[in-house]
């Protein structure tokens, strides 16, 4: 418990400096809005994707709330517990957030998850 309570720390700090933080391996003890992150769900909203067992890592894109209330905002799963896109859309922009745990991928999902990140950082193409 006491590695967990100085990660959530950890955790608090970076998010207080920032907007957008993008977390992988946050082995979590439960899915999307766990109370693990009751302490920074005041302030930042949390996007997530996770799997269940040991090895199971998830990834998370912590966004500020005075931002996210100010856009659309859609989240994409492309691969569990490895692969979120989180979409934020204004009148006049998009911005295209992703976090990507990409140990051990195998080439071919490799490749369709640059693709898929070539086509938001290119949308005219």
Do not use: Y
Request: hydrophobic content about 45%; aromatic content about 8%; glycine content about 8%.
């Amino acid at each position: 418990l006491e590695k967990c309570a100085a990660k959530l720390k950890l955790l608090g700090k970076q998010l207080n400096k920032s907007d957008v933080f993008g977390v992988q391996e946050t082995h979590a003890n439960l899915g999307p809005g766990a109370s693990q992150f009751h302490c920074v769900c005041q302030h930042h909203c949390v996007f997530s994707s996770w799997a269940c067992g040991v090895a199971a890592g998830g990834v998370s894109i912590f966004i500020r709330k005075t931002i996210v209330e100010r856009c659309e905002v859609t989240m994409e799963e492309l691969l569990p517990a490895r692969v979120i896109r989180v979409k934020l859309a204004g009148a006049n922009f998009v911005l295209w957030l992703w976090c990507i745990h990409n140990f051990e991928l195998q080439g071919s999902v490799a490749r369709k998850v640059a693709r898929l990140l070539k086509a938001n950082l290119n949308p005219c193409t």
